[in-house]
């Protein structure tokens, strides 16, 4: 497996979009999951997102009807749009993938890419 290569992020206003990619070769075939997470500076790493290659998905509760995340089985790539961000936004988000079921919870995640700046402005 090759780890995950985020791209997209950047700086916008509170209210404004922003759209993260990340590709994850080797996550192609086979049951898996890709998931975003975010770190915010002082706080601890939390999972925003995750779908399966079988179109599976789950949110973090901060994030619900703000956000959504799909999936490109064939590129192995998923995506996250952001709407209406917040300054609380703000963070360092992750992409991250393992094999096995997206059910199983926000743990064990094997393989992370570098991670990508979100900054939203008040």
């Known amino acids: 497996k090759v780890q995950p290569v985020e791209s997209g992020g950047g700086s916008v206003q509170a209210g404004g979009s922003l759209k993260l990619s990340c590709v994850a070769p080797?996550?192609?075939?086979?049951?898996?999951?890709m998931a975003w997470f975010r770190q915010a500076p002082g706080k601890e790493r939390e999972g925003v997102a995750r779908?399966?290659?079988?179109?599976?998905?789950y949110y973090g509760g901060s994030v619900t009807g703000r956000f959504t995340v799909t999936r490109d089985n064939g590129k192995a790539a998923i995506y996250l749009q952001m709407n209406n961000l917040k300054p609380e936004d703000t963070a360092v988000y992750y992409c991250?993938?393992?094999?096995?079921?997206?059910?199983?919870?926000?743990?064990?995640?094997?393989?992370w890419g570098q991670g990508t700046q979100v900054t939203v402005s008040s």
């Open positions: 779908i399966s290659n079988g179109g599976d998905i």
């Open positions: 991250a993938a393992r094999q096995g079921a997206c059910f199983l919870g926000w743990g064990s995640f094997d393989y």
């Open positions: 080797g996550f192609r075939d086979s049951r898996n999951c």
